[in-house]
């Protein structure tokens, strides 16, 4: 989409997309790391982040591997940051209305931060099911 002289172009999202934060990826197969891997058939962008956790439950690294528009790689990116630091409650705190204010997303791409909200909820349940497998599994049976 072409942005027309004298359009705003909010910086953040530029910056995230220009220069992303955190690519790439963790051992997924790590104990203390989880992985999350969500997309939206509609725009066809696909999220995958990973957070790694320490012993005290802190996220203490996060990477991303983004398909998709500039929208989706900054919330990516963004995610990515945000999470870092927090432990995993605080981090399930991150909504994707915080993620589209802050970076100025235009209710066209508002489905790029429900992704990276949704990409963070999906990577700490892998994380929590690693931590205790037999939890999913009462689950199942019930």
């Known amino acids: 989409q072409a942005v027309a002289v004298g359009d705003a172009v909010?910086?953040?999202?530029?910056?995230?997309?220009?220069?992303?934060?955190?690519v790439g990826s963790l051992d997924r197969n790590a104990?203390?790391?989880g992985t999350g891997l969500v997309g939206a058939?509609?725009?066809g962008d696909v999220m995958k982040l990973q957070v790694e956790?320490?012993?005290n439950g802190r996220i203490i690294d996060a990477r991303f591997k983004t398909f998709g528009c500039g929208s989706a790689i900054a919330s990516s990116s963004l995610a990515t940051e945000w999470v870092k630091g927090k432990t995993v409650d605080e981090a399930l705190q991150i909504k994707n209305t915080d993620i589209a204010k802050e970076l100025c997303l235009p209710p066209v791409?508002?489905?790029c931060s429900m992704l990276a909200e949704d990409a963070i909820k999906a990577a700490l349940a892998?994380?929590?099911?690693?931590?205790d497998p037999t939890?999913?599994?009462?689950?199942?049976k019930a």
């Open 31 to 33: 104990k203390n790391v």
């Open 53 to 55: 956790v320490d012993e």
């Open 10 to 22: 909010p910086w953040q999202v530029v910056d995230h997309y220009e220069n992303p934060r955190n």
């Open 126 to 131: 892998d994380y929590k099911l690693k931590q």
């Open 109 to 111: 791409k508002l489905h």
């Open 41 to 43: 058939p509609a725009c």
């Open 135 to 140: 939890n999913n599994e009462l689950e199942k």
